[in-house]
């Protein structure tokens, strides 16, 4: 049983365990809470602390009295986290800070309930289909596009956090496409871009003469948007005095013209995105609470291109091929040095590296004079010789035959060896192994 308030709250955690098998029982207060317990059969409640009227910390020994022993999993706001661990110590089995991680909460649930867990079934996930674009091998990326997934169907305000250059609009456009919503448009802005004296205007239109140059009406994002999304990013960068009008907004579903007394209702879902650590702007008053718990239902963050190495490979080769518009491989040396780079920019970095390498490149082989100049000192090093492969050229053979769908002969043309070097090799990674 989901306990929340919130419409998109129980449908995004409903959906999720749905996935899993569970029957998902929905209640909107305490009360109603109470009263489904008499109907229903119930095995676990994860329950909401802030509710109108009776909270859950006030319901907890309501529960109890009903049923002593069936879990109880409180879902808390960052500054209720003393409340839930005083509840935990008269009742409640355990606590979850919000913004909810979905795989914490899986595993929150799944110990209480004594369920064995199995790392191999993220693996048996169906996502919808992909875009051509968007590429990835590792575990960490693979996690984010199965929480995509089951973040995407809800109408749920959503905040994706992670470093510049690391996809955050791409992102949006996979959650924006994955919804409901695909058949209308997904409208995108940068806060960062917006004048401050003209973002409400921006956000959400102005009447005819509401301000000086305002020549006729302008319905605004929010309206240009409706029935779709609208994915602002860099929304740290939002000024402290718009973040009321846009948190109103949001809880309406209602935006009002500059220069007009007259609400207009909008069918928007909002995308934010940003490379700051909001809680940090919250706690140093540059951003507002309650904007940012509206905004962050669910954390997506995404990882640096450093804390995925295995998508740098698969990710060099679509861009080669994109900018060449051939199939272009990269030699041992090259691989290398791309393995092996910080790459502080993420994938925006990668992308422009290897477009440059493709415009210097004369043939099909990106060499390492081909990559941006401070990559130099990496490419120069010949792969060691130790008898044993290296790290990155086990992680360059697997990669290409996995690009090959396990054909030898492709790969080894890919790799530039014979058939009988790369059988070889495959020998010596089976025997590492």
């Known amino acids: 049983m989901i306990v929340d308030d919130e419409p998109s709250q129980r449908k995004l955690i409903g959906g999720f365990f749905a996935a899993f098998g569970f029957t998902i029982v929905e209640a909107e207060s305490a009360e109603g809470m109470l009263d489904l317990l008499d109907q229903h059969s119930t095995d676990m409640i994860l329950l909401d602390v802030r509710l109108p009227k009776m909270s859950g910390i006030e319901a907890l020994p309501k529960i109890r009295e009903r049923l002593p022993t069936v879990p109880v999993v409180l879902i808390t706001a960052y500054a209720d986290v003393r409340q839930a661990v005083a509840a935990v110590k008269s009742g409640a089995d355990d606590y979850l800070s919000k913004p909810i991680d979905l795989e914490e909460l899986k595993i929150a649930v799944y110990d209480a309930l004594a369920i064995p867990t199995s790392h191999d079934a993220e693996d048996e996930v169906v996502l919808p289909e992909l875009p051509a674009n968007f590429i990835y091998r590792s575990r960490a990326m693979r996690q984010l596009v199965q929480t995509v997934s089951v973040v995407a169907p809800s109408d749920a305000p959503i905040l994706i956090q992670g470093p510049s250059g690391t996809g955050k609009e791409l992102i949006a456009q996979l959650i924006h496409r994955w919804s409901s919503r695909a058949s209308h448009p997904i409208v995108t802005t940068n806060c960062a871009g917006l004048s401050a004296t003209l973002i409400e205007s921006e956000l959400f239109g102005h009447v005819k003469g509401a301000f000086t140059g305002a020549s006729e009406d302008r319905k605004g994002l929010f309206r240009t948007a409706s029935g779709g999304s609208l994915f602002l990013d860099e929304i740290g960068e939002m000024p402290l005095e718009m973040q009321p009008k846009l948190l109103r907004a949001l809880e309406t579903n209602q935006v009002t013209p500059v220069g007009s007394d007259r609400h207009v209702d909008v069918d928007t879902r909002l995308i934010a995105a940003t490379n700051r650590n909001l809680m940090d702007e919250v706690k140093g008053g540059r951003f507002r609470e309650d904007l940012f718990y509206r905004l962050n239902v669910v954390e997506l963050i995404i990882p640096s291109l450093a804390e ?30 791309i393995l092996t780079h910080s790459w502080t920019g993420n994938v925006r970095e990668l992308r422009n590296a290897i477009q440059r390498a493709c415009l210097l490149c004369q043939g099909d082989v990106i060499l390492p004079e081909h990559l941006p100049a401070n990559m130099a000192s990496d490419a120069t090093a010949e792969l060691a010789d130790t008898g044993r492969l290296s790290q990155v050229e086990r992680a360059t053979i697997l990669s290409t035959l996995e690009e090959c769908d396990g054909n030898r002969t492709q790969a080894a043309k890919k790799l530039g060896i014979s058939r009988r070097a790369l059988i070889y090799k495959l020998h010596d990674i089976d025997t590492e192994t």
Do not use: G
């Not at 995925?308 to 040396?333: C, G, K, T, W, Y």
């Open 308 to 337: 995925r190495r295995e998508d740098i490979i698969p990710l060099a080769r679509h861009f080669a091929n994109q900018f060449a518009n051939q199939q272009v491989r990269m030699s041992p040396q090259a691989s290398q040095a």
